[in-house]
């Protein structure tokens, strides 16, 4: 919930693992850890449209207790309360921060021009001090090159707030191409040639559009450290899936095979995109 306004900033020392994450740039912010996507529909349409609705009502909102607290209990009255993860808390203070409702962010904030510096986070459900101070696990667990590599390449909130929380997906993923090039990845060895973002930005995708996930599997990433909710192993042809180069890919992206077919398609969409970074070498 380190959701801010904040200027944009490269490398932060304030920030667990030195690359703040939640607000990037224009376009790509994050509120997955405020529950953004653990919503009954968390398609594209579906969440936009939620969001432009609550940050229309918000915007006339009186900046008192009593009118914000209303707020809440009339956007939680209006929206479908059904939740794929109904231990995971999703907030109702979240919405869009910008003019062009492209920037996800906290309705909250100091920063929101609207409540004149003051801080009404406290009112929310984990308090102001929870939404100040977590950072989720990829501040963490993902090396920093990594993470850079994905604020520059993303373009979407939507897509970004679904992969970044991905940190075992991204370190299984960037550590490949590490292999596959044989030293430390820079983050210049992807930024500077156009093919290789191209081909980074066809993988992240894949959070989306993957043809083999499971549709048991909500959008939302449960990544909090209780494991409440595991990715299912790999199953269909476990056996094949789980010797692949690629097993802790498909792991991560929840994936499902029906066939040996199946599996084969899936080692071609990823060898693609890696041939696409590393070229000859792989
Ligand atoms: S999930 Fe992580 S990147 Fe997203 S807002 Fe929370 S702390 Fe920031
Ligand atoms: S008040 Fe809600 S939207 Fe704002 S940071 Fe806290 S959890 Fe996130």
Redesign the pocket.
């Known amino acids: ?1 380190r ?1 801010s306004v904040a200027p944009n900033k490269q490398l932060d020392d304030h920030t667990p693992g030195s690359v703040y994450l939640c607000q990037v740039k224009e376009n790509v912010s994050c ?1 997955a850890c ?1 529950g953004l996507y653990n919503v009954a529909d968390a398609s594209r349409n579906a969440l936009e449209s939620l969001l432009i609705q609550r940050t229309v009502l918000f915007a006339d909102i009186p900046r008192d207790m009593d009118s914000i607290l209303a707020f809440k209990t009339a956007v939680e009255a209006h929206e479908n309360q059904q939740r794929p993860y109904p231990e995971f808390h999703h ?1 109702p ?2 919405g869009f921060i910008d003019s062009s409702n492209s920037r996800v962010g ?1 309705l ?2 100091p920063l929101n021009l609207k409540n004149n510096g003051i801080d009404f ?1 406290g009112i ?1 459900y ?1 308090g102001g001090m929870a ?1 100040r101070s977590y950072f989720c696990p990829t501040h963490y667990q993902v090396p920093m090159v990594y993470k850079e590599i994905v604020r520059e390449v993303v373009d979407d909130w939507y897509l970004y707030g679904l992969i970044i929380t991905e940190d075992k997906l991204l370190n299984a993923f960037f550590s490949l191409i590490a292999q596959k090039m044989g030293h430390p990845l820079k983050k210049e060895d992807i930024l500077t040639h156009h093919r290789r973002v191209a081909a980074v930005q066809e993988f992240l995708k894949l959070k989306l559009n993957w043809p083999f996930r499971s549709q048991e599997i909500p959008e939302a990433n449960y990544f909090f450290k209780d494991k409440l909710y595991s990715k299912p192993h790999l199953n269909g042809n476990e056996t094949f899936a789980n010797t692949s180069l690629f097993a802790p890919i498909f792991y991560e992206l929840c994936s499902c095979f029906s066939s040996h077919n199946e599996l084969i398609a899936a080692e071609n969409i990823l060898e693609n995109i890696i041939f696409n970074i590393v070229g000859s070498d792989f």
């Open positions: 919930m959701i509120g405020c907030c203070f979240i906290c909250l904030h986070r929310s984990y939404c």
